[in-house]
């Protein structure tokens, strides 16, 4: 006995199929996942391989350079094509190089046609015409010259000269020496050992007076201003003469304990053999208190010079040469008939003394040169 199924388990029916039919497939792809992704993790490794070897794939095979010079009236086919493609494509060039060098290339073209059609050899550059504007005229005078030449058969004669040359001022006009009231305002607007120096420089070069100049330095010895006393001694020490000798002589008994050592160094340097002269000249001067100090120096340097001992002869600017280049006793035999006439004028009994004193001592180097001789 059949049972017939009404429509609506029929749809019961078919629903319940489907969804059966819809979890076996789930159930069957999952397994296929996990398998899959089981067998690719046991084929892929994971970790970062090392190369065994150097591999080096640099090489320059096929990578030649062509390094051929094309000038630009010899470009071929492949060049202009090149070039046209390079402007289809919108390469774009500096308007200016672009017509400079369009320029240069018609003129080297026009220069090799020219070329061509002239002989070979010198010749093959093309001469460059000077225009009749750009050419110097012939002076005047110049022609005057040279046809008088002609006229006395050959004979130079000299052209005449002209007002600028006959009062172009000499050397001698040039040099207009600075005066005192000049001299005292530059100095006096910056007192510094600088400007002292350039004042000593201008006064070696004759472009300031003596006698301006010493004035100057025996204003600025007078001055209650330590600074400028020391730049008028240093500007005396600097013109080793017979005036800075008698200034420096003069000041020393005033002068302050810090440039006593100064000046006494300044006046031993005197004994130095192209100063000794200075010393004899200091001797006839009369002055009581600068011959005796000459007379003191000269025995000091003297006595130096015996016993071995000269670097306090020397000057402080000098202070490590310590030879006996600079010194001699036999410098001092010129110093002999000085001292003799100042002794036969002196009437000063201490002054007398001093000559006496000095005059044995030189004579004793004049006695011992002689035996030294004889022998």
Excluded: W
């Amino acid at each position: 006995m059949t049972q017939s199924l009404t429509k609506q388990e029929k749809l019961v029916l078919a629903g319940l199929l489907v969804c059966c039919i819809g979890v076996a497939s789930f159930i069957t792809n999952f397994q296929i996942i996990s398998k899959t992704t089981t067998v690719v993790e046991n084929v892929i490794n994971y970790k970062m391989g090392k190369a065994t070897e150097e591999i080096s794939t640099y090489s320059l095979d096929g990578r030649e350079i062509d390094r051929t010079i094309v000038k630009p009236e010899e470009e071929g086919f492949i060049a202009k094509t090149a070039r046209k493609i390079s402007q289809a494509l919108g390469l774009k060039k500096d308007s200016k190089k672009t017509a400079a060098a369009k320029k240069a290339q018609d003129a080297k073209k026009a220069q090799a046609a020219q070329a061509k059609k002239m002989p070979k050899g010198d010749f093959s550059k093309p001469v460059q015409q000077v225009s009749a504007q750009k050419q110097a005229p012939v002076a005047k005078n110049e022609t005057e010259v040279q046809t008088q030449n002609f006229n006395n058969g050959g004979g130079y004669v000299a052209p005449t000269e002209t007002p600028n040359q006959a009062t172009q001022p000499t050397e001698e006009t040039k040099k207009v020496k600075k005066t005192l009231e000049q001299i005292r305002t530059e100095f006096m607007a910056n007192p510094t050992r600088e400007a002292m120096m350039a004042l000593v420089s201008s006064y070696k070069k004759d472009e300031v007076n003596a006698a301006d100049f010493y004035q100057l330095q025996s204003e600025l010895l007078e001055s209650e201003n330590d600074t400028l006393v020391g730049h008028a001694l240093y500007a005396l020490r600097l013109t080793p003469s017979n005036e800075s000798f008698s200034m420096m002589a003069q000041y020393q008994p005033a002068a302050k304990v810090a440039y006593q050592t100064y000046i006494e160094e300044a006046l031993l340097s005197y004994n130095q053999s192209s100063q000794i002269n200075v010393l004899g000249s200091v001797i006839r001067s009369g002055d009581k208190v600068v011959v005796m100090k000459a007379l003191r120096v000269i025995e000091a340097g003297i006595n130096s010079i015996k016993n071995g001992t000269v670097s306090q002869l020397v000057d402080g600017r000098g202070r490590r040469e310590t030879t006996f280049a600079g010194f001699s006793l036999q410098n001092y035999l010129s110093l002999l008939p000085v001292i003799t006439q100042a002794l036969a004028a002196s009437q000063d009994n201490e002054l007398t003394a001093s000559l006496e004193s000095l005059k044995n001592l030189i004579t004793d180097i004049k006695d011992s040169n002689t035996a030294v001789a004889a022998n």
